[in-house]
């Protein structure tokens, strides 16, 4: 089993940037197709991109391609979400995921999740 923790998140105005890491402990994050989820307010939890493990990324949409970037490390066991160009409508809580052979929108595991608020 696998623990995840975010940080990173805060207040930003629209245009600004922003870096979202995910912290894993109780297993390596090798072993795991690592993702990004969002949830605003009264909306549901959308799936924003994802990294496999064995490479390659995968967008929820195409509105992301471009300004949010997901890398990982294996060595520190952490999960990252570069954030650029961000608008009001990117504000939601943040949630890291992890998976092994479910679909992207049904993860195994889940952070806590972290607040990215964008002002105009």
């Known amino acids: 089993q696998v623990q995840l923790v975010e940080s990173g998140g805060g207040l930003v105005q629209a245009g600004g940037s922003l870096r979202l890491s995910c912290a894993a402990s109780?297993?390596?994050?090798?072993?795991?197709?690592m993702g990004w989820f969002r949830q605003a307010p009264g909306a549901e939890r959308e799936f924003v991109v994802g990294?496999?493990?064995?490479?390659?990324?995968?967008y929820g949409a195409d509105s992301e391609k471009g300004r949010f970037t997901i890398s990982r490390d294996n060595a520190k066991n952490t999960v990252y979400l570069q954030m650029n160009n961000l608008k009001p409508e990117d504000t939601a809580v943040y949630y890291c995921?992890?998976?092994?052979?479910?679909?992207?929108?049904?993860?195994?595991?889940w952070g806590q999740g972290t607040q990215v608020t964008v002002s105009s």
């Open positions: 995921t992890a998976k092994t052979y479910s679909s992207w929108s049904s993860p195994d595991y």
């Open positions: 109780g297993r390596t994050i090798s072993s795991y197709d």
């Open positions: 990294t496999r493990r064995s490479g390659g990324v995968v």
